[in-house]
């Protein structure tokens, strides 16, 4: 799981429209479930969930908000973090209201068996948009998640089942690729420690698609600018 920084993310102009619309319609509530399916933007009609569905995919760039997978539209769907319909929530705010709440909104995989697929309306602890809990997230050296904070721990391997063998096999593969990294810059010309800040920098803060599992890459390169220091 990365770190999904919300407070940057700027609700893009096509929910803005499609709750316009929703407001002016009589007697009809806002809410996700209402939403339009088409909105005119400049001219052009557009399908409101897969332009939605598009800009969260870019705002993540490009992963999966759970499993840190390669997402696409094709493959990708709409979660809502607090789901559209629970009995646990007891925030301020209304389901209803936070149904289209863009800062609700997650783009995660269709793949069956992890990330949402079992979730249904459970409540979660891990929260991919607080970095303090991305920063309780562990990999041990076989590639599988773990957290010492129990309710985490048994999110990630419980709920969102994220140790999935497809997925522990992707991301020891990403691990092994760091590892060849690591071998071929020794050999190269300049600082260990300023390469690997380098491109902990770009997996943190670049901009465009990242390295799917960039967590764990993330997670290793931070441990190895330590112990360079
Ligand atoms: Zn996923």
Same mark, same amino acid.
């Given at each position: 799981m990365l770190h999904i920084d919300k407070s940057r993310s700027k609700q893009p102009q096509i929910l803005a429209l499609a709750i316009q619309d929703m407001r002016r319609t009589p007697g009809q509530t806002v809410c996700y479930d209402n939403l339009p399916s088409y909105v005119t933007v400049r001219g052009r009609s557009l399908? !409101? #969930?897969?332009?939605?569905l598009k800009a969260l995919i870019e705002d993540q760039r490009g992963l999966c908000a759970y499993c840190m997978r *390669?997402?696409?539209? #094709?493959?990708?769907? =709409?979660?809502? @973090? =607090?789901? *559209?319909?629970?009995?646990?929530y007891q925030g301020k705010r209304t389901l209803d209201e936070l149904s289209v709440d863009y800062r609700n909104m997650l783009a995660v995989c269709k793949e069956n068996g992890t990330c949402d697929a079992t979730r249904g309306n459970a409540e979660l602890? !891990?929260?991919? #948009?607080?970095?303090s809990d991305i920063e309780q997230i562990r990999y041990n050296?076989?590639?599988?998640?773990?957290?010492?904070?129990?309710a985490i721990d048994s999110d990630c391997r419980g709920l969102l089942n994220l140790n999935d063998g497809f997925l522990v096999y992707g991301r020891m593969q990403t691990l092994q690729g760091l590892y060849r990294w690591y071998q071929h810059e020794s050999r190269r010309a300049g600082?260990?420690?300023? $390469?690997? #800040? $380098? *491109?902990?920098d770009e997996l943190q803060n670049g901009t465009g698609?990242?390295?799917? @599992?960039?967590?764990?890459? =993330? @997670?290793?390169?931070?441990r190895k600018i330590r112990a360079l220091s």
């Open positions: 399908s !409101v #969930r897969d332009e939605l *390669r997402i696409e539209p #094709r493959n990708a769907h =709409i979660e809502h @973090y =607090i789901p *559209r319909h629970c009995d646990w602890t !891990v929260d991919p #948009r607080n970095q050296t076989k590639a599988e998640i773990l957290s010492d904070n129990t600082d260990m420690k300023s $390469k690997c #800040r $380098k *491109r902990l698609h990242n390295d799917p @599992y960039a967590g764990i890459l =993330i @997670y290793r390169l931070e």
